[in-house]
C-alpha cells in the first residue's frame, strides 16, 4: 500500500478562539511539522489555507522556514488551498475563483514561485461547477471525500427520493483508495483521490485508544490494495499535540505508530499519480465530508441560513458597484477611492464565506466574526457605490428636472 501524511491546517477552526492562535501555532502546528522533520522517511501532503499562511508568516516565520525546509528536500508535497476556507459549492464560481487566486497568491510568495497540482478544498467540498473552476486554474487533482465517492458511484443522486447511508454503514474494506476521474460541467475534469475515512484511518485511533495493537494495525492495512494509495493520520492538524480541545494525539506517539508501519510504502500523492493514472470516470454529487456526505452542516442551521443570506447580500451589493464603478471609470471620472473600498468588499467577503463559523460546533466568537465580515462587506460595497454615483453626478449625468 502507497501512502502519505496528510495535514490540514486551518486557523480558523471553530472551537478556537482568536486568541489562542499563538498557542495553537505551538502546541500543534510546530510538533506536527517538527514530526516530520525528525522522521525524513515519512512522506506528507501539507495544506494551509491562505490566512493561516498570513498569520504564520507575521507571527510564526520559524514554521514557514521549516515547511520550506522540509519542501526543499522533498519529503512533502505542498498542496493547494483556499483564502478563508468557504465551502466553494456554496459560493457562486467566480468567488471561488477570487478565494483560490488570494491563495496561489500568497503561497507562490512564500515559497519561490511553486504551483501546486494538488488541491484540498475545505471539508472536501465539491460539485460540478467547482470541477470547472478548479481545471480552469490549473489544478490537477483533488482529495474526495469517500462518503461523497460511495454515494456517486451507487448514483443516489436524488437525496429526497433516494436513501444515503451514513459513511459508517459503508463497507470500511471497499476499496476507495485508486485515482479516478471527476466529470465536471461543461466538459471539465479533474483526477480525485480519497480521503479515506472511516475505514483504515479509523485503525489509527484504534491503536491509540488500545483497542489493537500495532501490529494489528499494520497488518490490517497491509491487507488492503497493495497498489492502492492512503492518505494516513488525523487530516487536521490540530489533533497533533495537545492543544485543547482538539489535540489529542501527541507527536511522539504518533510518530511510533508511523514507524511501525512496513506494510506502508511512502510515496508522495502527486508521485502516485504520475505512476498510477485514473481508470474509473466518475461524476461526483455534490457534498462535502460530513456523516451523510452533504451541505446541510453548513446550511440547515437558523444561523447559518441568515448568515448565508447575508453573504449573499453583501455579494449582489458588490456586483452592482463593480458594474457602477466600471462604468464611471470608462467615462473617465476618478474612482481611486471607490475601487479601493470595492477591494475592501471583496476581501471582507473572502473572510464572511468561512465555513467553521457556521459548521460543526462553532463557538460564538467564530460565528460573530463571519455575521460582521458579511454586514462590513456590505457597507464596504455600498460606501463604494455612493462615491461612483457621486462621480457619475460630476460627469454631468445627473438627472434634470
Known sequence: MHGSVFFHANMHYAEIPRERLGELAERS???????????PQFRA??????????WLEANRPD??????????????????????DPILPLIPPDDAARQLDRYLAIHSRLFGGHRPLGLY???????AATVEVLQQMGYRWVIVSSGQYRISKRELFNTRLQKVPAQEEFDAKEPVCRPFTIQGARGSSVTGLTWNMPGPNDLFWAWKDGRMSLTEVDGALG???????????????????????????????????LTGLTSVKWTLPGEYLAAHPPTEVLYLKTGAGSRLSDL??????????RLNALCDDARSQI??????????????????????????????????????????????????????????????????????TEAVKQLGFASRN
Open 29 to 39: 502546528y510546530a510538533p506536527a511539522l517538527g514530526l516530520l522533520h525528525d522522521h
Open 45 to 54: 501532503a501539507l495544506e494551509f489555507s491562505g490566512f493561516t499562511l498570513e
Open 63 to 84: 514554521l514557514i522556514d521549516l515547511i520550506r525546509t522540509l519542501h526543499a528536500r522533498g519529503q512533502v508535497e505542498l498542496m493547494g488551498s483556499t483564502y478563508a
Open 121 to 127: 478544498v475545505q471539508e472536501y467540498s465539491l460539485d
Open 223 to 257: 491487507a488492503l490494495d497493495g497498489d492502492g494509495f492512503l492518505f494516513l493520520c488525523t487530516a487536521d492538524m490540530e489533533f497533533v499535540g495537545d492543544m485543547p480541545p482538539q489535540g489529542s494525539f501527541p507527536a511522539p506517539k504518533l510518530a511510533e505508530v
Open 296 to 305: 446541510a452542516n453548513w446550511t440547515n442551521d437558523d444561523d447559518n441560513r
Open 319 to 388: 456586483r452592482l458597484t463593480e458594474a457602477l464603478v466600471g462604468l464611471v471609470a470608462a467615462l473617465g471620472a476618478g474612482v481611486g477611492e471607490a475601487q479601493r473600498r470595492l477591494a475592501a468588499a471583496r476581501d471582507t467577503l473572502l473572510l464572511a464565506d468561512n465555513s467553521d463559523g457556521r459548521g460543526w460546533k462553532p463557538i460564538a466568537q467564530r460565528r460573530l466574526d463571519c455575521f460582521d465580515h458579511a454586514l462590513t462587506a456590505r457597507d464596504r460595497a455600498a460606501e463604494a457605490l455612493q462615491l461612483a
